[in-house]
């Protein structure tokens, strides 16, 4: 979009936002703003909490007894350490020989986002590394450390002499440290108040098998909310794919775009949905891929474990261990309740949405264009196979696509039909409770914003327009708006 034109937008936007607290007064913002219905107070439909709880896990009002009783069992596999095999902890053994934790929720706390690590020299505990191509022309991972950095390993030497001669590394250790520091970026509104960003910049240390290949750059990411996904899951494809819109054919600015990924079972290309650059197609291999990956737990899905063939120490250690790809480290009914868990989240009901300010600032949300990437809601397939998620009303605010998010937020990864400057829409609901439920509030994709404000300010490329409004409101008008997005 040339400058012209969005300066054009911004202008046509700035005269019905002066009587945003009167969003019925005014005919063209009738028309703008779609009128309020009950069922955004539940968002997550039938499965939204009964009340507001102390934390994100809980599973959702309508469920059977019977699901309720999978929904803890699995919570135990999400919530309990693993332990390096072999053990008497039969249930719990594997873990490794790379990982970055030992549990779920050791990221995901209470459902949400970790306390995001320290700034310096670190050994990243919430913040996962991820290793992509930053050249279109080259696909794959770094040829030594595959597609993620596991900073932590269980301990094993090489012994055998003929096998050291082979390798230069005999002993079985994490990959790298993350050296991780903030710049401050000073800001005005136009009403003179001013603000701080802090940009990041991440550089591995330490790296314990040799340098990374040259086209191989950093993606830093801080676990994300997981409450919600099963409805997330629930939604039709055809429903998402309506939305795409590559080429902009309708001249809005916006290009939402659907990642195509693997389906790692079937193997066929299906629509990404999961994951910060969409790269999971549906929530059984979003929930497989992080055992592998995260913790070092494998299964039917992702059999093989993470060490390439330079890290002969950590092939070993995972022969020691004692598993084969007939004894898989977690079997299929333990995974499935793991699956079954993150299906049933429910999720929190909207907060004094009937308020003045909030309902202003919901006219503020629509006014801006907000809705053109965080669409609001989706009615889930009614012949999705777990019936009490099937043919909800629920009000995410995502379209679950890719957009180029600018040049502030990009990480010049590419992750299949991601590109380095494409993030997927992360949903908005129920992220304003994150400090009530955790203690902590972090936002975008490696939690660099400490506040819904500054989140809306590091938005560039497609939302660039909304962020040039954003900043021309007032101080009354950015507060109902930042209100109404704890609300939801």
Known sequence: MQLITKSLFITGLLAPLSACDKP???????????????SEIKTGGGITHKRLYASYLYPGEKLSSKQQLDFWTGFSFFRDPWVAAPSATGNRDGLGPLFNTRSCIACHTAGSRAKIDEVGHILPLSLVVRLGSKDANITGVDPIYGGQIQPRAISYR?????MIKKSPYTDNVGEAWLDKRYAKIPGRFADGESYELLKPSYQLTKLAYGELAPHIGLSVRLAPNIFGMGLL?????????????????????????????PNVITGATEVGRFGFKAKQPNLHQQVAAAFRDDIGITNTSFPDESCTNTQMACNYAAEYGGHSLADLE???NRLDFTVTFNELLGVPPARNLKSKTVQAGRTLFYQLQCQQCHRPSYVTDENYPVKELAKQSIWPYTDLALHDMG??????VH?????????RTAPLWGIGLQKYKTGQQRFLHDGRART??????WHGGEAEPAKQAYLVLTKQQRDALVKFVKAI
């Open 24 to 38: 019925d007064t005014a005919t063209e913002n009738k028309a703008q703003v779609p009128v309020f219905e009950q």
């Open 330 to 332: 977690i079997p299929d």
């Open 158 to 162: 090489l012994t055998d002499a003929a």
């Open 407 to 412: 040049a502030g937020l990009a990480d010049g």
């Open 415 to 423: 992750e299949f039909s991601a590109n380095g400057r494409e993030w």
């Open 233 to 261: 899951n629930a939604i039709n494809t055809a429903d998402l794919l309506s939305q795409e819109d590559i080429n902009d054919r309708d001249g809005n600015g916006i290009s939402a775009k659907y990642n195509r990924v």
């Open 452 to 457: 819904i404000s500054e989140a809306i300010l």
